[in-house]
């Protein structure tokens, strides 16, 4: 199955079921789902896409020096959370963090940040796309 995103909405095609809750039958957008850059398995949708501390974008460097352009999502159901959760680093102070990767090739797409109140996924821009 890798390779395919299942965002097809043509009558008698099924959709990702982690997906399918976003595209409401009178108004189908599948150009406007994400999926990874390098397996193209549907990641999330662009409806997801939040502000965090007032911006969509932020760039974000690494203690080792790896600079990140990341988009915020409310949700990501394509990708697979691990590690534990930590506040060593975080970019938005009060969030911890853990790693999100693609559910089916398992490249890091981004984190998913999280406070009691609050959480959203900062997706590595360039490692998802369009589809």
Known sequence: MAGETGTDT???QALDPALADLIDPAR???D????CA?????????DYAT????????YCTNPHGFDFHIGCYRRAPGCAISGEPTHADSWF???MWQL????????HLGWLFERP???FYGLILDRIEES
């Open 100 to 107: 999100a990767s693609c559910s089916n090739c398992t490249t």
């Open 32 to 35: 406007e789902y994400l999926v």
């Open 10 to 12: 043509r009558p008698g």
């Open 51 to 58: 502000l965090t501390n007032g911006s969509f974008e932020h």
């Open 28 to 30: 189908p957008k599948p």
């Open 117 to 119: 109140d609050e959480h």
């Open 93 to 95: 102070p009060g969030f």
């Open 38 to 46: 390098h397996c193209k398995t549907s990641i999330s949708h662009t």
